[in-house]
């Protein structure tokens, strides 16, 4: 009897022994998994919750009370209860099994999706009699899933559109309706003074407008640091918060509680910011902040596509207009070239009138047929009269950059103003000069800029009794196409030409301006 009684005492220690590392296991299984499990006795209404489940919904199983029924009920989110509820008392009436995917939410204030499936057990008779519930934290998913749909309709909103502007003003509306916030904005910033330019500012009808710049180190020096390193900042509360200590009434001022600021660092310099605030303390969830940071990077991409697209047509248009005016010149060029009697003294004076226009494109080309500083126009335009140890130029005025539609008509004037000086005026002789100057002058809406040409020590000048081409195209383009003014007055000392041109967005600086006698 006790070899048998021991025999059985091994067989029982053996059995515990093998539950127990199957418990092991199961445990094991089910935190790896992230799987809470509930075990609903129908007989008695008992209901006990697994470690893992206790966690899932983010417990404590020794201060949790033991009404495990009433605490599940209030863990569900508000959208959510009624239908769980009913779908829930299914199990002590039915053996079908469930699933259903619903939200929780936590007493620190977030958000999880779970998914939940049950199978309820029968009796002896085919009633349930027992219900095992497992649960699955479904979050990130759901949040992935949210926020692909998310940002395939905010893709196909902007996608074709072509300002800055449009596109800027959708991604905030679209944003801020999604997280339900006060306010989204995006602008430039920059990286030496930390100021924001803002270039959108959405907001709901009860927030004030804050558009314009705002230096951004009144947030404080941890907010402009961790910008400037790529860090998305983000607050719950920045009233509590101890990186804004110091800088609350920053906060307080913009209704910006509960923030996040997503930095856009572009060739390690901070070039943008997208930002999104809320009056009230809130708590983001990770999904919230990637899905602002995907939405800031695709907004810099949109708008930087949409700046380059305006660019490049903006060039198109620039570059169909310029050969167009070209060609027309060309043409001018070539019908009174060719009135001269000689055909190689027309070959010659049409092709001199073409090299001056193709070393001005060159000036151009080298300016990316932007702005071109009208010192190298004016340079390039006397190059082929210059005389080696002989100065028979002076080029005077201050710095100034003009945009191509003014460049080639002023070589193209100049120009004709050598050859013209080299065939009967100064330059005809060794001891004339050419003294060019220019200025800037108030007397259009905005900066004018009157260009002289005058002539010293050549023969005496007889005021011509007809115009010859050079004085028409002079007049032609610059007058025209310019809308400026032209006077050439045939002095007996020499030549002297006055050219007034307005310049909108002119950039130099204002000097004291300049008469001759």
């Known amino acids: 009897m006790a070899t048998k009684l021991s025999l059985r005492e091994a067989e029982r220690e053996t059995v515990l022994r093998v539950l127990h590392e199957g418990e092991e296991r199961l445990q094991i299984a089910q935190d790896v998994a992230g799987l809470g499990i509930w075990d609903w006795n129908h007989l008695t209404g008992e209901i006990s919750w697994s470690v893992q ?10 201060t949790t009370d033991a009404n495990l029924s009433l605490v599940w009920q209030q863990l569900i989110h508000p959208e959510d209860r009624l239908w769980m509820e009913q ?4 199990f002590s009436r039915t053996l079908d099994p469930l699933t259903a995917e619903y939200r929780i939410l936590r007493e620190d204030g977030s958000v999880r999706w779970l998914l939940m499936r049950g199978q309820s057990l029968p009796d002896a ?25 998310f940002l395939l309709s905010l893709s196909d909103k902007i996608r074709d559109l072509d300002r800055p502007d449009e596109i800027l003003m959708t991604v905030a509306e679209v944003l ?3 997280l339900g916030v006060t306010r989204v904005g995006y602008g430039d910033v920059d990286n030496a003074t930390m100021v924001l330019s803002t270039l959108v500012d959405w907001h709901t009808d009860e927030a004030p407008d804050v558009f314009g710049r705002h230096p951004l ?10 910008l400037k390193s790529g860090r998305t900042v983000v607050f719950d509360d920045a009233l509590s918060d101890p990186r804004a200590e110091g800088h609350y009434a920053a906060y307080a001022a913009l209704d910006c509680i509960a923030s996040i600021s997503v930095p856009l660092v572009k060739e390690g310099q901070l070039r943008a910011a997208l930002y999104i605030h809320s009056e009230t303390p809130r708590r983001w969830s990770q999904a919230e902040i990637d899905l602002c940071r995907d939405v800031a990077e695709r907004t810099w991409a949109a708008v930087e596509r ?24 060309v043409q001018s060029i070539a019908a009174q070239s060719f009135k001269v009697g000689e055909p190689k003294t027309a070959r010659d004076v049409f092709e001199a009138r073409l090299f001056a226009l193709s070393k001005t494109h060159d000036v151009l080309t080298r300016e990316n047929w932007e702005r ?14 210059r005389r080696d140890q002989v100065e028979r130029f002076a080029i005077e005025g201050p710095a100034l950059h003009v945009p191509p539609r003014i460049a080639l008509p002023l070589a193209m004037a100049l120009h004709e103003l050598s050859t013209n000086a080299v ?13 060019i100057h220019w200025d800037l002058v108030d007397g259009w809406d905005e900066k004018g800029l009157i260009l002289h040409w005058e002539e010293q020590g050549g023969p005496l000048v007889k005021t011509p009794t007809r115009k010859g081409f050079g004085s028409r195209l002079i007049e032609r383009s610059l007058s025209r196409e310019l809308s400026g003014r032209v006077t050439l007055d045939y002095r007996p000392t020499g030549l002297f030409c006055a050219i007034s041109l307005p310049l909108p967005a002119a950039q130099a600086t204002l000097s004291p301006s300049v008469h001759f006698a």
């Not at 489940?53 to 020794?62: H, K, N």
């Not at 779908?87 to 299914?90: G, H």
């Not at 349930?128 to 949210?146: A, Y």
């Open 87 to 90: 779908e829930v008392r299914r």
């Open 176 to 178: 801020g309706h999604h």
């Open 306 to 329: 949409a700046k380059s697209d305006a660019r490049r047509r903006l060039l198109i248009n620039e570059l169909n207009h310029r050969v167009k005016n070209t060609l027309a010149t």
């Open 53 to 62: 489940m206790y966690r899932l919904v983010g417990l404590d199983p020794d």
């Open 125 to 149: 008779d085919g009633k349930p009699v027992r219900t095992v519930i497992v649960n699955l934290d479904i979050t990130s998913s759901k949040d992935s899933e949210v926020r692909e749909r």
């Open 423 to 435: 065939k009967y005026g100064a330059l005809s002789v060794d001891s004339g000069r050419v003294i």
């Open 217 to 226: 180190k009144p947030m404080g020096p941890s907010f402009c640091s961790d």
């Open 372 to 385: 071109v500083d009208l010192r190298d126009i004016a340079e390039e335009a006397v190059a082929p009269y």
